[in-house]
């Protein structure tokens, strides 16, 4: 072999030969390839041990043959091959990534450096090749750490520039400030081209025009960048057209100062040698060191690497000791004695303090080379700066104590799953409180036996799925070892951690919330149900109130017509017939009235029978047709209570409102009223579900109901039973499931004589037996002609008014023209009550009667002396309270 090529020496020639020794002490592999037949023509160990292959085989093959069919760039493998030889063939220095396989098969990234072989006879090409895969694994490794324990990423020294269509600088990232200068403020907003060395402006414009042409197109060049100080600075730029994406809106240009790479490239092409190119290439310095004289050579880089000037170095081992850190000279000393007596290689690492103050850690090697007496005549290696890796393996571990840190302190409970077992690998003190049990127990069991059962399937779901679960979207319940249910929001994401496929899940213990949440919105509904109780109620009050005044009319009129004509017109029977209708049109305002006003306290004699006619009345109306409703009240005798006939009136009314809620298909409501001794019970039955037996004690429990959400609040028969214990009653339930349901409600019976209710009085027409003036304030115009022909009819003579601040201003006006006032409450101007008020506190005692429909109005200290009158009322009961309270005003003169 050698004979073929007389200026390379072969690996078989004696080992002192300084050529072989210095490529064998070389840290890279270095082969030399024949660009002619495309095969390997010569290689040093380190490239032997890196292909896995002997001397003579490998010598038989080309990068092709020990490489994957294609390379990291998408090219075949001799097709970039070819073009990376022609390359340097033509005086380039290309440097790439490349992937070799060892002799397994698997792949192994390294990067390339090839370099023209200085040979007479062929044509040869030089290659450095550097094994990058625990680099490259480091890289992956920390890119998936990062990615996992989000991690901010790091301000790099790369400089981030942002292009606008018309190619002007708009932003331009902190690194640029940082290792050049300040840009100049008046570039920003101006041409990118000014900041670039003008022999290079021309195909830099060519570079963005053409990205600037295709959407999403990306192109790599090298350009000079003019810096603040007017130095220039060789920047690699990979320029991306990101004008049409929303949140960019830009070129932007990811710039790298090469300035360093450039040179050496530079140095290259001005006739360094291959080895020289090689070592200042990967950053590596040579340094040569004369055991026997103490004589130490560094090159260039070395020197540049220990942070001195190549001719400031002294030569002598003693000066490179004394740039090691005082801390590590010892270690360093003792392993290049060991290399000198055992012969082996030389490997350390140590820290160096360069004259800046700034402290870097250096990786040597070397080889000992012996004389030929076997004894140490000097030493050989390579000297490369490691900080950036050192920083890295430190910002590495850095990282993972701070995820640790996080991970124990966060709010939530935390683990880490076996993607296959579901068994906990790592869990935080929070997931041990809420799973219960102890750290051990947990790290040993599937989480999936702490899944509630109706929860297992979307738990197991989530995990088979890839990408990230929301916590929106999982909400599962568990059972914990310890203690009740919980239920839990989880957040679930598949990732790699050290190789391994695992669950990152976190658990955020959700229960107080839900219970909180579903009891706000029993408020809400139950706030809501009251507001539109509220406005229904006064709705009913309002149409109860404009409805008594037509029924005043209707029934009025009628009254009148009928008394005009003889008792044997026919017509006269027609008219009774509108009467009757129209106390029939009473029940129903009454009932509405009874509906909307508020209970009142005052406890009065009550015919229960009346209001549960009326109040049955008023359910024929209200409840659905497919409800058959029975009232019967037979077997009531003197059915007469102590109390509210609203309240009573609503008992029965809720009952029946319970009833139709639990016959949606229809049914029959049947509502009994008797009288037993000194009790009067009231009966509804309906033909129901009925109610389970368990639930009879809670029933009467306000807000508790088994209605659908949205069907009930809970309190009608809280109110009730209210309202029956208020009135000195009780009740009771019965009810079967599948038999319906009966409330009895049993209330004291009123023994003995009581005065009666105030009700309406029908007299006959008085024919001109009142005698005086009475002022008439009603607004209602029908209703003010019907009252003003009544009275006038029977004697009166009457002065009409429509506002209550007006009949104020008459009767103040002429005090003693008037013997009455009547007047309706709800007046424009002034309501009748504050009307009355203003007379009492002008010291004028005028007899007045106020008529009203409001169900809630009663007289007060603040009208004292007044009669009331409700509608609708019948001409007579005007004419009787009339009479009365003129009467009453006679007698008050008189005392």
Not at 650 to 674: H, S, W
């Amino acid at each position: 072999m050698a004979s073929h090529r007389p200026d390379i020496p072969d690996a078989s020639e004696a080992a002192s030969d300084p050529f072989r020794a210095l490529l064998e002490a070389l840290p890279e592999a270095i082969v030399v390839l024949d660009s002619e037949t495309g095969r390997f023509v010569d290689a040093n160990a380190r490239a032997l041990r890196l292909f896995g292959l002997g001397r003579e085989r490998l010598l038989q093959q080309g990068p092709a043959q020990v490489s994957p069919t294609h390379q990291p760039d998408g090219r075949r493998s001799d097709d970039a091959a070819r073009e990376y030889v022609i390359q340097a063939l033509e005086g380039g220095s290309p440097r790439f990534e490349w992937t070799h396989q060892d002799q397994q098969g698997r792949p192994l990234p390294c990067e390339v450096r090839l370099v023209r072989f200085p040979d007479r006879e062929r044509s040869l090409v030089c290659g450095t090749i550097s094994d990058i895969s625990h680099h490259k694994a480091a890289e992956e490794e920390l890119s998936r750490r990062e990615r996992h324990f989000r991690r901010l990423i790091e301000q790099g020294w790369d400089v981030v520039c942002q292009i606008d269509a018309e190619l002007n600088l708009v932003e331009v990232s902190s690194p640029a400030s940082r290792l050049y200068g300040t840009i100049p403020e008046e570039t920003i907003g101006r041409s990118v081209l000014r900041t670039l060395h003008p022999d290079d402006r021309a195909s830099a414009r060519e570079q963005l025009e053409r990205v600037r042409a295709t959407p999403a197109s990306s192109s790599l060049f090298t350009v000079r960048l003019i810096d603040g100080q007017g130095a220039s600075h060789w920047m690699e730029v990979v320029a991306t057209n990101l004008l049409d994406d929303p949140d960019v809106t830009a070129i932007v240009a990811n710039c790298r100062d090469v300035t360093e790479r450039r040179r050496a490239e530079l140095e290259v092409e001005a006739g360094r040698t291959r080895l020289q190119l090689a070592m200042d290439g990967g950053g590596v310095g040579l340094w040569e060191w004369w055991v026997k004289t103490g004589e130490v050579t560094w090159s260039e880089q070395t020197a540049r690497i220990f942070g001195i000037a190549p001719g400031d170095f002294g030569g002598t081992v003693e000066h490179y000791r004394a740039l090691i850190h005082p801390d590590d000279r010892g270690a360093t000393g003792h392993d290049i004695e060991t290399a000198l007596h055992t012969n082996e290689p030389y490997e350390t690492e140590h820290r160096i303090l360069r004259s800046d103050g700034s402290l870097r850690w250096i990786e040597a090697r070397g080889r000992v080379l012996s004389d030929a007496t076997g004894q140490p005549e000097r030493m050989i290696g390579t000297a490369r700066d490691v900080t950036e890796a050192r920083l890295a393996e430190e910002r590495l571990l850095a990282a993972e104590a701070l995820y640790r840190t996080l991970f124990e302190e966060l709010p939530d409970a935390a683990l880490v799953l076996d993607a296959r077992t579901l068994v906990p690998i790592r869990l935080n003190s929070r997931a041990v409180e809420l799973l219960g049990g102890d750290r051990e127990q947990l790290l040993r069991e599937s989480l999936l036996d702490l899944i509630a059962e109706g929860s297992k399937m979307a738990f197991a779901g989530a995990c088979a799925a890839r990408g990230l679960t929301s916590a929106e979207d999982s909400q599962l319940e568990i059972e914990p070892r310890s203690g009740p249910r919980r239920r839990v929001r989880m957040s679930l994401e598949h990732i790699l951690l050290e190789g391994r496929e695992v669950l990152h899940v976190v658990l955020r213990d959700v229960t107080a919330q839900l219970a909180a949440e579903a009891e706000l919105r029993d408020r809400k509904e139950q706030l809501w149900h009251a507001q539109r109780m509220d406005a229904i109620g006064r709705l009913a009050s309002g149409v109860a109130h404009d409805f008594n005044n037509l029924l005043t009319i209707i029934s009025g009129y009628t009254e009148l017509a009928r008394l005009a004509i003889d008792e044997q017109d026919p017509a006269r029977e027609a008219l009774d017939t509108v009467l009757e209708a129209a106390r029939d049109a009473e029940g129903v305002a009454k009932a509405l009235l009874t509906f909307s006003r508020l209970p009142g306290s005052e406890a009065t004699p009550v015919d229960l029978t009346e209001v549960v006619e009326r109040t049955g009345r008023l359910l024929h109306r209200t409840l659905p047709a497919s409800i058959a409703i029975e009232v019967d009240t037979s077997a009531a005798v003197d059915a007469r209570v102590l109390g509210n006939a609203d309240q009573l009136g609503q008992v029965l009314m809720n009952l029946a409102i319970n009833a139709r809620d639990a016959m949606p298909d229809g049914g029959e409501l049947r509502c009994t009223l008797e009288t037993l001794d000194d009790e009067v019970v009231l009966r509804i039955h309906d033909d129901g579900p009925g109610i389970a037996p368990e639930l009879h004690a809670r029933i009467f429990e306000p807000y508790f109901t088994t209605k659908p959400r949205g069907k009930g609040t809970g309190l009608g028969l809280s109110i009730l039973h209210g309202i029956v214990s208020g009135h000195g009653g009780r009740v009771e339930v019965e009810s079967e499931p599948g038999q319906g349901t009966t409330f009895s409600v049993w209330l004291p019976r009123l023994v003995g004589p009581h005065p009666r209710s105030k009700s309406n009085v029908k007299l006959p027409r008085t024919g001109g037996v009142l005698h005086g003036r009475v002022l008439l304030a009603e607004d209602n115009r029908r209703l003010s002609e019907l009252a003003q022909r009544t009275l006038r009819e029977c004697g009166l003579e009457v002065d009409a008014v429509q506002a209550g601040d007006r009949a104020l201003a008459e009767v103040l006006a002429a005090p003693d023209r008037f013997d009455a006032l009547i007047l309706d409450h709800d007046l424009p101007g002034m309501v009748g009550a504050d009307c009355v008020a203003s007379l009492r506190a002008a010291g004028q005692q005028l007899p007045v009667l106020i008529i009203t429909g409001a169900p809630e109005f009663e007289l007060d200290e603040r009208i004292p002396a007044a009669a009331l009158l409700r509608k609708p009322f019948q001409p007579g009961d005007l004419v009787a309270a009339v009479a009365a309270l003129l009467e009453r005003g006679a007698t008050s003169e008189s005392d």
